[in-house]
């Protein structure tokens, strides 16, 4: 008898102890658990260690993760001015924890439904915009469509966090066209730019070559100088030495002599032609009459 009682103890010990571990239940972190009584909506159980009734008169209808998601969508529509683009939209939602019911009853596919709302969101704004400012207002128009889904998918217990247009792909043939007057355009740039450099070129070696030439006309007009001081100079010594020469002389012998070191010096450099001059002593005295005779002439 005793026996028998201590074995249905222990029956009854058992059943209790696998009644409590199945009352017990572990909630990860970042996720909640929906819990149902007879079929209804009885509360949401946090991350942690719960209790539930045992015998399925509560029972685990989901686990509803809070974790950040991402819904990658591709939407093609049609510009102001009737070019076809195919863009890339990157939409990161979660559950909000505040109404994690509404997210779990009222929609079965979030991702479907945020798909429909962005879709219609850039097929009524992008209409509007021509290819250029698609391009210029990306992120705003983004940012429009985020504002939009977030406000609808609000009501279903989600939460839009970021709405990303990460790609613009006009159709191929508009493509091609863009990148060919995008390189028509750098070609011209640079044929400006080439023709700005060889202006400069051009306009640094007029000025060089002018600057030359001034410096050329100054070094002469000194070297002139320079003669005629010497002369008068020459003129100076002459008559200081009491030489019995008259003035006309004394240029006459200067002058020849000025001609025959200037020949002299043309002499010495390379590559010049050759000058025939008269071999005799007449031909001295014909250059020195012809030098006097230019003066008088003067």
């Not at 909640?32 to 009734?53: C, D, P, Q, W």
């Not at 400069?200 to 100088?225: C, F, M, P, S, W």
Request: hydrophobic share 45%; charged share 25%.
């Amino acid at each position: 008898m005793l026996l028998n009682f201590f074995f249905f103890f222990l029956i009854f010990l058992l059943l209790c102890g696998l009644l409590a571990f199945s009352s017990l239940y572990v909630v990860r972190q970042q996720s909640v658990a929906i819990i149902e009584r007879f079929g209804r909506y009885h509360k949401t159980s946090t991350s942690g260690m719960n209790v539930r009734l045992p015998l399925g008169i509560d029972k685990i209808a989901a686990r509803v993760q809070l974790r950040l998601l991402q819904s990658d969508i591709i939407v093609e529509t049609k510009t102001q001015d009737n070019v076809f683009v195919t863009m890339n939209v990157a939409t990161q939602y979660r559950v909000n924890e505040h109404n994690v019911t509404d997210a779990y009853y009222k929609l079965m596919r979030p991702e479907a439904q945020i798909k429909s709302y962005i879709e219609d969101a850039l097929r009524s704004s992008v209409p509007k915009l021509t290819l250029d400012e698609l391009f210029e207002k990306k992120d705003e128009i983004a940012l429009e469509v985020q504002k939009q889904v977030a406000e609808e998918m609000s009501t279903y217990g989600y939460i839009i966090v970021k709405t990303l247009i990460t790609k613009v792909e006009p159709d191929a043939e508009v493509k091609q066209s863009m990148n060919e007057i995008n390189a028509a355009q750098r070609k011209r740039v640079a044929a400006q730019e080439l023709a700005e450099a060889d202006k400069i070129k051009i306009v640094t070696a007029a000025e060089a070559e002018a600057e030359k030439d001034r410096l050329h006309g100054v070094g002469i007009a000194e070297q002139r100088k320079a003669i005629v001081d010497g002369l008068a100079d020459s003129i100076k010594e002459l008559k200081g030495a009491n030489v019995e020469l008259t003035e006309e002389q004394i240029m006459s012998i200067l002058l020849t002599n000025q001609y025959l070191d200037t020949l002299n010096n043309f002499a010495d450099k390379q590559g010049n032609n050759t000058i025939f001059l008269p071999a005799n002593p007449d031909g001295v005295e014909s250059i020195r009459t012809q030098i006097l005779s230019a003066l008088k002439a003067k």
